[in-house]
């Protein structure tokens, strides 16, 4: 019943873009963050459970419009864009109980979506872009059936590399592909409110989930957001066990049905509204829209903020972050992690009151081309920053790098173009080191750098390069 309802309602992408007037893609390289964090529903306190981020570097506990325009860096495509969107992660739940993040793919697609219809109440007014302050959420995290309302119908989930349809429930095979997360957000407006209590109210669905007219209740129409995250599933295709499909959002939720979203607006909203008006393209690339000044790959990778909840996300866990048991809404009694907003958690392991260096920045070292550090290489199963540091300094040189683990490098300068620009941390260096789990040994074609404290005093009142805080 549950296939037979989504073939004949679900509205897919390839259905999207034949009945679109036009629309682009905006892709966002990879998460900025990934934690408890939720500035709409749960606003500054530690969230009940783990996002996955994307978007601006202004990304926070609480944020509003003129927050949104301090960010100095994103990790989606178009420069004008310092909005946040963010959905719950994705997490394999083990045979023993544990739990282990599930990568993801590419980041996510943002589809903007040109969407009018000829009954709507301010039909001859057009789309509007987003106001200042805007922000929305589409989905229920506490859902754990399917009801067949319109909000549950804008998730759906796709098994790539299969020939099976979209469904709206978690699918019970294995996707090699990747399994695709869909989520259409609604875009008829009160067009009075920026935020509402329950966060949904000021925003309805039009009559078509992603087509037809408004509701005279929701007159004003903006363009439509629909999200496409993608999870790299296929890394755990020998290890299902049971009857079940062994996957989980961070919520508990293993059917599905709780997936959700959010955005808060950041676009500068003028060019929004000149894409809006002028970008009608039939093939979706962003690069076809001259309203945007677009942001090369590196930079958008090298987008991250900080994370300020301590405690792990990743790894093997124990127990979802948040205490969340799977398919249950209660939280467990017996688990007793407790989490609060502290100070940023610096990605990198401190030597400065230990050996007097201090971290440099995350650096790309790509593959095919010369080290960045190119003097003198180790690979030791046992490296750690302290055995790298040690050897670069027995040697006489002024950086110590590690990378992959168990990889160090030496030498006496780091070539520019392999630095980060200010305002970014550089990209993920949060590899553990080979020697000891404890410490971050850089990354895949990334390099943790070091290099020497000028006097006791600069590592005294040393706490982060420019380049990442």
């Known amino acids: 019943m549950l296939r037979k309802t989504l073939t004949k309602s679900f509205v897919g992408f390839a259905v999207l873009t034949a009945r679109a007037n036009g629309f682009w893609r905006l892709p966002c390289s990879s998460p900025v963050v990934v934690e408890r964090a939720d500035p709409i529903m749960e606003p500054n306190v530690v969230s009940q459970h783990v996002h996955t981020v994307m978007g601006s570097n202004a990304f926070n506990f609480t944020m509003n419009y003129e927050d949104t325009q301090l960010a100095t860096c994103s990790s989606c495509k178009a420069v004008e864009d310092l909005s946040s969107y963010w959905v719950p992660n994705l997490y394999y739940h083990a045979e023993n109980g544990s739990f282990i993040p599930v990568k993801q793919v590419g980041g996510a697609l943002i589809y903007y979506l040109q969407r009018t219809d000829p009954k709507d109440p301010n039909a001859a007014e057009g ?134 979203g959010d955005f808060v607006n950041g676009w500068d909203i003028q060019t929004l509204q000149k894409a809006i008006n002028e970008c009608n393209a039939s093939s979706g690339r962003i690069e076809e829209c001259g309203a945007f000044k677009l942001r090369n790959d590196d930079d958008m990778a090298s987008c991250k903020v900080l994370p300020r909840v301590h405690e792990a996300v990743g790894g093997v866990l124990p127990s979802l972050p948040g205490c969340n048991p799977v398919g249950s809404i209660v939280k467990q009694s017996d688990c007793t992690a407790v ?108 390099i943790s750098v070091y290099t020497k404290c000028p006097s006791f005093s600069d590592c005294e009142n040393y706490v982060g390069d420019n380049h990442m805080l």
């Open 339 to 446: 989490a609060q907003i502290g100070d940023p958690v610096l990605p990198f392991t401190d030597m400065t009151k230990k050996l007097g260096w201090k971290y440099v920045a995350c650096a790309k070292d790509p593959a095919g081309m010369s080290r960045t550090l190119p003097d003198v290489s180790l690979d030791q199963p046992d490296m750690t920053v302290e055995k790298c540091i040690s050897a670069c300094v027995g040697k006489g040189y002024k950086y110590a790098g590690l990378e992959y683990r168990s990889q160090c490098f030496c030498g006496n300068s780091v070539p520019q173009d392999r630095m980060p620009v200010n305002g970014t941390i550089g990209g993920d260096c949060s590899m553990p080191c080979a020697g000891d789990s404890n410490e971050l040994c850089g990354g895949a074609a990334l």
């Open 127 to 260: 789309l509007i872009a987003f106001p200042k302050d805007f922000r929305m959420v589409a989905g229920t995290p506490t859902n754990r059936n399917f009801t067949d309302t319109v909000e549950q119908r804008a998730v759906s989930f796709v098994c790539l590399g299969t020939e099976g349809p979209a469904t709206y429930e978690l699918p019970k095979m294995n996707c090699p592909g990747g399994l695709r997360t869909q989520l259409t957000m609604p875009s008829c407006w009160d067009g009075k409110n920026m935020d509402s209590p329950d966060h949904k109210s000021h925003m309805a669905y039009p009559s078509g989930l992603d087509n037809g007219a408004c509701p005279d209740s929701h007159p004003k129409r903006f363009i439509t957001i629909f999200y496409e995250v993608t999870w790299s599933v296929d890394d755990f295709k020998d290890m299902w066990y049971g009857d079940k499909q062994p996957f989980v959002f961070s919520t508990g939720d293993d059917l599905g049905y709780g997936y959700h």
